[in-house]
Every structure is written in structure tokens, then in C-alpha cells.
């Protein structure tokens, strides 16, 4: 018989009192739904069935691939009822695996344990449960003398007595259909909102004799998301095993519990994160880097012995051998050649560092080409923005920028040329390559290169 997955995904996570969706609430850069997406498919589920609501679908699906099928629960009136929208799609028999939208941290062998477990028993129904620390809130899960399953019962529906118990239901579910529509339709919506529950089927199956069994997980992949302190949790569980597996492949991290990096982060083996680091988004590192300590980089490219202290690099690309920091910013759109060096409180923004260009001391450079070799003295600033736009500027190869020189966007300075330190550049001179220009506002001392060595 086919297995088909079925992932239950109309709630809006009211708890959690936030404007995103639950099922699209972010964990190490990714929403939730998307680890469950992989858990399946990594288990050999392969498009599973979204049950959502109408004004969820529209978000899910700019989120999700563009083949995932999806079905409206077009009221809010409980698991049962969302699973009961799947019956025009499932006329024939087969194995369906239900799964929580709020749950990232179940694991492809507990997904593929579930249906071992399933096959081997005969059972009509198989569930996971978990035993916690905490169960409050939680369905706990009732058993016979003989250990089998008697009833799942809800939190408001427990006695004192079951409160007690720790083992609880864990939210991944596999029913043979169509049985599992019979157990549906034979359930009496409950509570004030008229609601049918999944854990009921559990329940009404126990009673008519059918074959129920259970998987064990353990307690941190349990955890389903309700609250933000409950994804703060999930989110520590995902991390913990992120870290784990770069340590696993050659990455050096000091200190695990100091540092965060998003879950579709790549760091090769030899690399090492220092405390404090925050490696975010598709951010990926080459081999032998250095990031840290307190560091925060998202989205960007690092080459092979990139080193960056102290300092953000959002959206940039840092090539072999490039030093940032401490206190650097180097933001969105940039782009660091090999062996160049952004020293301390130096921002950049949208700007091409040619390779081995030398900006090693505060300043600021925004949309400017800089040739290689070139040193950008302390202090330099291109005003790129006129009040209603921002300019491009090029800075040639070789070039000498002395200290404090403020170049006014359109600029253009040529290759080997010098600007003595203190200089304005007004907008839109050109300094011409191999020539000396110093002055307020800059003008020429010479016409030609310098073959004595440069004076400022």
C-alpha cells in the first residue's frame, strides 16, 4: 500500500502573540513546517499534503515548493476535522502518516521507526509518545495493567490521577485508510467550539477492538511549538544539533553554548568560530577561517582564511585571506578581494575592495570601485549620498589615500595617484593617475607619477 503524509498546518499561533504564522515561524533562519517537510522526506515521504486554512495558504505557499499540494480546512474546528479534508483525495487504501506543523524536531528514523512499527504490529493505528519532565498541557497517554493503550486524554479532560502521568502524545500519527475515515465520521464534536479531535480516532479505534500501538521519542523532539518560549526551547534543541554536526566534520567552536548559526550555514573543516558569533541566513565559509569573537554575518560568501574580529558583514562576498575587524561593518551588495584588510571602525557599503587594498583604520566608502593595492588612509570618507541620490566613485589601482580625505561622489581618482592627507575632493574631479593632489578643495602639485616616492 502507498504511504502518504498529511501535515497539519491551520494554525495561526495565537499564543504566541506574534503576526507570523505558526507553521511559518522562524528557527535557525527557517520556518518550522520546512524541517518537517525534510524529516519526510528524508524517511521516503515525498509531497505531502498541507491541511491549512484559506488565509494561510496564500504565505505557505510562497514559502514552500511550487508542487506542494495543499487542502483547506476552511474552519478552524480541530485536528480531527482538518484530517477529515483529506477523504476526496484518499479513496483507496494506504498508509497515512499525520504530522503537527508545530513540531520541527521529529527526525527522519522516527518517521521511518513509526512505520516499521506499524507494519509489524498489523495495527490500524500507531502514535508516538514521549515521556517529560513537564506535561502540562499536554495530552497524556492512559495504559492498561498490561502496559497496552487505553485512551489519550486531554489536559482539561484529565483527573488528578492522570495529570501525574509524564508519558504524553508526541503528535506524529500513522492510521490505515479508509478505517481512519470511519473512526472520523463516527466522532461527536466536543467542547465550545464544536471541534473534532485527531486523539479521539485513538480513543473510538481502542473501543472497536482495533489494533493500536506506540513508538517511543524522546522528550526533545516532542517539543511542539505553542508559545515563544516553547520555540526558544525547539529552537536550542535544532542548535545543539546544528553545532553537533559541524563539530563532527573538522569546524573548531569553542564555546557552543555562545554562539548561533542558522541552519542552512556551511562552514568547512578547519574553521573556527570564536564565542559570542552569530552565523546567519546562506551565509557560507571556506576552509581555515576565523570568525569571532562576536561576530554577526548573514548571508555572505567567505573564501578559504577569512578572518573577521568583532564585526558585521551582511550580504557581501570576503575573498581568500581578507581580514575584517575589530568593529568593522561591511555591509549589503559589498564585495572584499583577496588579501585586503578592513581594519577597525571602517564601514563599507555596496563597494568593490580591490585585492590587497589597505583600509586599515576608521573611515567610509560607500558605492566605490577600489583598484588593488591601493591604501585608503585613516579617516576617509566618500560622501556618496547628494540628499536625493547616491553615486558610484572609482578609486584606481596603487592608489595613495592619505588620511582624512573626503572625496565628494561622482569621483574618480586614477591609478598611482596620490591625495595628501586632509584633502576634499569636489564632486565630480577627476584626479588623474600618477599625480599628486592635495589641498582644500584638492588641486594638483604635479602632473605625473612620482619618481621619488609620494609627499603629502
Known sequence: MPTIAAILAAGKGERMKVAIPKPLFPLLGRPIIAYILDALRESGISNPIVVTSPSLRAPLGRVLPGNQRFVNQARPLGT??????????????????????????FLPHHIKGLLSSHSESGAQVTFATAKVDDPRGLGRVLRDPRGHVANIVEENEASSEAKLIREINAGLYAFEVPQLFDLLSAIKPAGPRREVYLTRAVELAISRGLKVSTISVPQESSIGVNTLSEAALAQSVLLSRKLAKLMASGVIIDDPASVSIDWEVEIQAGSRIYPGTILRGATRAGRECELGPHSVITDSVLDNGVCVRASWVTGSRLGEGVSVGPFAHIRPGSRVDKGARVGTHAEIARSHLGAGVRMVHWGYLGDTTVGVKTNIGAGTVVANYDGKKKWPSRIGSGAFIGSGTILVAPARVGDKATLGAGSLVPRRRAVPAGSLWAGVPARPLTKGKQKKGRKT
Open 80 to 105: 480531527g476535522n482538518a484530517v477529515e479534508q483529506l477523504k476526496p483525495l484518499l479513496k483507496r487504501r494506504a498508509t497515512l502518516v499525520v504530522i503537527n506543523a508545530d513540531n520541527a524536531l
